[in-house]
């Protein structure tokens, strides 16, 4: 079973920057994207972005699109990294933020974020909290 592990988070300044980092153990091509989402108690889970295990692809949802990148290390083994770069942050960013995983084609890395919005990827991290105050 994949395992997922979220740093990164802390305090930011609004328009400061903060780059999270999701590190996948056991992450095999039974995998087919890693997302990030995030969740406060107002607005739920809102998916961000993905990048397709296969292809290197990369999906935003419309709301980050522009001030957030998702980018990958090479694969070691079965270990892959995936980093969120999140620039220009506002206090509606205040989020505790997820990377998340579940098995399947690879045809669906094109409907992660929606799927991360309807049901969510089947497996994801614990977590860090990313907090934008002056």
């Known amino acids: 079973q994949v395992q997922l592990v979220e740093s990164g988070g802390g305090l930011v300044q609004p328009g400061g920057s903060l780059k999270l980092t999701c590190v996948a153990t056991?992450?095999?091509?039974?995998?087919?994207?890693i997302g990030w989402f995030r969740e406060t108690p107002e607005k739920g889970r809102e998916g961000l972005a993905c990048?397709?295990?296969?292809?290197?692809?990369?999906?935003?949802?419309d709301s980050v699109k522009g001030r957030f990148a998702i980018s990958r290390d090479n694969a070691k083994n079965t270990v892959q990294t995936v980093y969120l770069q999140m620039n220009n942050l506002k206090p509606e960013d205040t989020a505790v933020y997820y990377c998340?995983?579940?098995?399947?084609?690879?045809?669906?890395?094109?409907?992660?974020?929606?799927?991360?919005?309807?049901?969510?990827?089947?497996?994801w991290g614990k977590g860090t909290l990313v907090t934008v105050s002056a």
């Open positions: 998340a995983t579940e098995r399947g084609p690879d045809s669906l890395a094109n409907e992660c974020i929606a799927t991360m919005n309807d049901d969510g990827l089947d497996t």
């Open positions: 056991r992450f095999t091509s039974a995998y087919y994207a």
């Open positions: 990048i397709s295990r296969s292809t290197g692809t990369t999906y935003y949802a």
